[in-house]
């Protein structure tokens, strides 16, 4: 068998500069029966998952394209999967040690070196460390099996239900199938996984805490090691600005394998981190190494460190909701407050963006997250029925300003209060908090999605979510944790355009709304039309029918007979609908339109309400129809675009009551400033107008905005005026300001009456129409 | 001085049966500067307050009775208090330890040793527990310096905000003033306290384990213990029921100072402890006794242990609130569930008994705690705005059958997030849990009172709170914890029976309502008339006005100008009020009515509804108007014998849309039986009537009751009826339910017409008229 080694740098937080790795060339089978050995191996790629590799050594079709090939691994789910790979004893020197090291493996394991049982963990989230020095042969092989997907008796075996299997555990329950994930229950090797020679002096564990006065812009500082043989060592902590000067540097004789170095006086005049929009991302070199008595390095653990203070305080008018006894409690507070300023949360429900988390890299996180940058957004909720992501999505997350709201893998669910479960936990979640903690990024701990609402039936007293509230104030207290979203005063949903037993129109019932946090919320559209050309047959592309592509791909058949696509609605609201290109326009054009209306309506409601995060960013395979704004890999919808433009800092906003009107109605819109940082905003003319038909263009009215203050928000006038009769069904409401084009925001309507004809909205996508 | 010794048996928890205690003779001064002495020394009463010990040595007025006295004390919060004490060198055997040991000292000390500081704490609740052997000397000199109140900068300085100045305390903040306590910050000795001879082998701390499973009355048990000098001592676990017999009885050798004890098998067959009318309170004897190899016995430690589970889980219907998006969460749970079985919660708010909590003794607490169980009360919410009650409290509510909703001492006022202010929360929440997580009348931790509202401006985010959470999970997990009172779905007041603004009448607001648990409410009525003639010259007693007894006692001023009193609701409900026995008649009956009425109608919500614990049970000092059920000390007012009555597991109630008729209106009253324990109600006929003027009597309708079951109401039909022409203005529906006498229910409302007699009601209090 062929072995490569190489050293790698990390892509992760810590790196081990001193230690050398060696990658793995791994096979991988399955079998029927725990003791069995597979009767046929396929070459594995590390990492990933087993079903990748059963895929490509079976030459089974791909998952992603056309029709339900997902469900060909189904049969496999109550296999075993064993990996093994062979390697020969390293040369060592004195006291050095050879260690095993895998950053996930997913789910249950049992590793063995040469036969002999080593290890046996389930959770895919805590790092496998394991010294194989003592047991090591001339030839050495190394096998992981991995247990079959658990199974719940009693669960309902139905996609909608086939999640009550994850109840029991600390795994992604979205693999178990949601309305715009298949079901594909991953497992195997999912993160960086390596041999490693080291020295007998280890750095096991470390943390870096700090207390900042955000005012001050200084901090207390203590950095805490856990080191192996570190008696009578020597270290060096080192903290140095991007311009690599030092701004710690301290030296000493290592007395004891756990301690804590603090310099005697704060740190001064630091340059705060901030998130995305409200100022600069700076990220400090964090360096600690171990040395002997030569000065040569035994090991060493590099970091970034973002300097920034997070809270989560009352909403402004949260105190004062009741008037009349008996009085509940007011709200749950949703206001982040960071480096003592408040900050307006946008952005959206990240997602797996990928069935195989396995597959995910730096590179295709980075993808998505710059994405989010540009769209002026400055949180993640990483929603709790996923993974807790790889160290590359926080270390750019950082570098981005991207806060994360980190939700625990539970979600939807009723956890149970059962000692094997919890112990199970405990584990992952104490093995997460500890990684995650040291990122400047991380704004909010969760227990997970939606847990407290009838379809999960939890509530603050299982001890699921007392134990995460436990873990997190105990190992990080610093960061704020809510045991479930929504809590009171916050909202989840809805997720369509129109449903009249909702109140209608997004646009009618959105500005009635008084929530705290809108922390989901979706408005639907058919993917790009490139992805709609490349998920099923051309025959199948139009008019789209239940039974095809669409319907595997959540089109049809999702919370009733015509989610996501919304097919009747977009007859009602569009007329019969004659080809694919008008499909993509009008579904599209609602969706933009949709997401609009409740990002700018939220910012309105400011500053009672101070979140604004939409269901959901991406998506982890091709959904014929979602709420996503990004389908998958990472090709925008229109609707991502007009979202950026509604989390601008500062715009120029209309609340307009409905999105259709009628011939010889008055259309009407109130006039608004939002600004969101703390800048203020010099007055203008702000000028509202319609355009209809071939650019056609009526004045509704001209506003003297006065101007507006740091995070303040100014209401304008109420424009009305009685429509003008049009030939087209789309017209345009554009409020301008005067002197900045940027502030600039447009909505399209919908007109209806009598010889009207149906336009096709331009609208802007990844490779498509821009207007 | 003199001294004398003896063994006591202890009235708490654990006895030390091996070990000799002595009591000590104290005297205590007073001193402007820590590092004085006093100039003078009164002799001090132990347990009890340094006021008390100033009041007597100073021939000052006692603070209850008459006027301002209790300001008498206010020139004292700044000064230092020391307590001293001595005592001779006792003979010690070879390896026997002298202790010191204090279970409660108020609330900043120091001691010292003959002239040397051995401890010092902040904290009340964490008991003293002091070796003083190696430091004794022939003659010895023991003194304790208590500190200064603690104020706080910038605390508003009036008595409904100087409560401010407990914000960063763990200490009872209703002591600094409420609208029923007189601001009266105790300081001292508040429990008891003694020297005791140990021997070398000693138990330091124990834990009864057990996880009961209530079905197969089955439970796993474990006993921890921490020792000192126990490694080879034998040790014997006994466990026996009320006749004597062991269920359990272990011995061994100790292997380990800390070690845990448990039998191979569950415990089976074992007699469940219940709530008050769920069934019996049976406590089985724990006793836990090290000897030496000889088998003279060296430690001992005895306990009572009652078998149950307590779970706190969601209401029936409180998952199904919300039907339009976006969506909330649910409700938070308040059913109590024992031995799976639900409670309805039915209880009071206790608060502190006495101004000097260390006057409070078993037999004090005994007589609140039975008249509570002769109330068919359940429950007892331990408001957090005081103490942490003494072990012979709880002991009483393991006796008694009443559950404890045990707050931490925190109350309306936001407690920071300050590394002090938390390390002394954790030293004493620590110190509480480990001691009250024994009895098994505890049924709920709660963080404090009323901290999510607007007065206090706490949130979910405090640190306080979170730790407090983090402690309890940690060290009881198995009880319920919730962060305050009231959560969502709870409600807190109101606290008159009318208020225009709040909806009018009690009966006319209370109906609408829909919360799961009724937390607080309350209706005043002045004391008792034998307490309102001790408490103020009869000069001041009839008519009340300002700037008497009744304005100190609270009847005047309290959240405006006539709370308590409410003067201007009896004049228009009364007519002109013309003695002070008719003052106390109808005071007293609009207190019973409206109680009665809040009782029945949140039992008449069940089972959404679980919960009604009123506002409050009883007063620490003479209130001339309140809304407790017993005056100071232990005197029930009228409406304990209502509150009782609705109270009763099984009875006939009746809902009436209003308390006051006009003449020739129709008077209606929806009819119900209630049942809250887990028996079935045969069927009976019921029937409503009227009786009215001298015994007249109109029947309005029978309803053939069909029988409910186990915890189910059922629903009668609505009696209606044209108000027959009156002489007198009190009318009283009576609903009786044949062959059941004690199901039996009287509602007396109010008549108005023209030439109507004021009638005086003829209610029953202590010592009083009996109807």
């Not at 079998?31 to 059963?54: E, F, I």
């Not at 989901?520 to 008019?543: D, H, Q, R, Y």
Request: with cysteine; net charge neutral; proline share 5%.
């Amino acid at each position: 068998m062929k072995k490569f080694l190489f050293t790698f740098i990390f892509s992760t937080l810590f790196s081990f500069a001193q230690n050398t790795q060696t990658l793995l060339n791994w096979q991988v089978g399955y079998h029927s029966n725990s003791n069995d050995l597979p009767l046929k191996y396929y070459v594995s790629t590390v990492p990933g998952a087993v079903q990748l590799d059963l895929m490509v050594g079976e030459k089974m079709k791909q998952p992603y394209w056309f029709g339900n090939n997902f469900e060909q691994f189904i049969p496999y789910e109550q296999k075993w999967f064993t990996y093994k790979t062979s390697f020969d004893k390293p040369v060592l020197k004195t006291g050095q040690k050879f260690h095993f090291v895998s950053k996930g493996i997913d789910y249950q394991f049992i590793i063995s070196l040469n036969g002999e049982k080593i290890h046996e963990q389930e959770g895919m989230f805590t790092y496998v460390d394991l010294d194989l020095t003592s047991k090591l042969k001339d030839k050495n092989e190394l096998t992981i099996k991995i247990l079959p997907v658990i199974t719940v008796a009693g669960s309902r075996q139905t996609i909608w239900h086939y999640r009550d299997n994850a109840r029991t555990s600390v795994k992604p329950a979205v693999s178990y199938g949601w309305d715009w994930h298949p079901r594909l229950i991953t497992r195997g090797i999912w993160d960086e996984t390596y041999l490693e020679t080291r020295n007998s002096t280890q750095i096991k564990e470390v943390n870096t805490y700090y207390n900042l006065n955000p005012n001050s812009k200084s901090a207390f500082f203590r950095y805490d090691a856990e080191l192996l043989d570190g008696v009578g060592k020597m270290y060096e902590l080192k903290l140095s600005n991007a311009a690599g000067s030092d701004i710690l540097n301290l030296n000493g004789t290592i007395s004891s394998d756990k301690f804590s170095i603090s310099p005697k006086d704060s740190l001064k005049n630091l340059e705060l981190w901030w998130p995305n929009t409200y100022g600069k991302q700076t990220l400090y070199n964090l360096s600690f190494t171990v040395k002997d008595a030569s000065g040569t390095v035994l090991d060493k653990k590099t970091a970034k460190v973002g300097f920034r203070k997070i809270e989560m305080l009352m909403n402004e008018g949260g105190w004062i909701d009741f008037t009349e006894f008996p009085k509940p409690r007011a709200v749950a507070p949703t206001q982040i407050v960071v480096n003592g300023k408040k900050v307006f949360a946008k952005g959206s429900n990240w997602v797996h963006p990928e069935i195989f988390m396995g597959l995910a890299t730096r590179e295709s996180y980075e993808k998505h997250i710059k994405l989010a940058k540009e769209a002026n957004f400055n949180i993640f909720r990483v929603w709790g029925g996923g993974v807790i992501n790889k160290e590359s999505f926080f270390d750019l997350c950082d570098e981005y300003g991207i806060l994360v709201w980190q939700e625990f893998p539970l979600a939807c669910n009723e956890y149970p209060n059962d000692p094997k479960y919890l112990d199970v936990l405990k584990q992952e979640a104490t093995s997460i908090i500890k990684r995650v903690r040291q990122h400047a990024s991380l704004g909010l701990w969760c227990g997970g999605n939606e847990l407290f609402n009838e379809w999960s039936r939890m509530t603050d007293q299982h001890h699921a979510l007392r134990l995460l509230d436990h873990l997190t104030y105990g190992i990080d207290p610093q960061t704020p944790f809510i045991m479930t979203s929504p809590l009171n005063g916050m909202g989840h949903g809805h997720y369509v355009m129109y449903e009249q037993a909702n109140g209608g129109e997004v646009f009618q019932w959105m500005p009635k709304k008084k929530f705290t946090a809108y922390t989901e919320f979706g408005v639907p559209s058919v993917a790009n039309i490139e992805v709609l050309k490349a998920m099923m047959p051309s025959s199948e592309l139009f008019p789209p029918k239940r039974g095809t592509g669409w319907e595997t791909h959540h089109a049809f058949g999702v919370w009733g007979a015509n989610r996501w696509l919304e097919l009747p609605f977009l007859t009602e609201y569009f007329g019969e609908i004659k080809s694919l290109e008008d499909l993509v326009a009008y579904s599209q054009l609602s969706q933009c339109e949709g997401y609009k209306c409740i990002f700018e309506e939220s910012r309105r409601q400011k500053p009672f309400c101070a979140m604004s995060v939409n269901w959901c960013y991406q998506e982890p395979w091709p959904c014929a129809a979602n709420n996503s704004l990004i389908n998958w890999p990472s090709a925008p919808k229109a609707a991502y675009y007009h979202v950026g433009k509604a989390c601008r800092p500062v715009l120029a906003s209309a609340r307009i009551p409905k999105w259709r009107w009628d011939e010889g109605e008055t259309f009407s819109a109130e006039l608004f400033m939002l600004n969101d940082i703390h800048e203020k905003v010099p007055g203008a003319k702000v000028t509202a107008k319609i355009v209809y038909d071939d650019n056609k263009t009526l004045k509704l009215l001209d506003w003297e905005f006065a101007g507006c203050n740091e995070y303040e928000n100014a209401a304008g006038p109420t424009a009305r005026m009685v429509l003008p009769k049009m030939k087209n069904n789309l017209f345009k409401l554009v409020v301008e300001v005067a002197g900045k084009p940027e502030y600039t925001s447009e909505y399209t309507c919908i007109y209806r009456g009598n010889d009207v004809l149906n336009a096709k909205p331009k609208i802007k996508y990844l490779n498509g129409v821009v207007e």
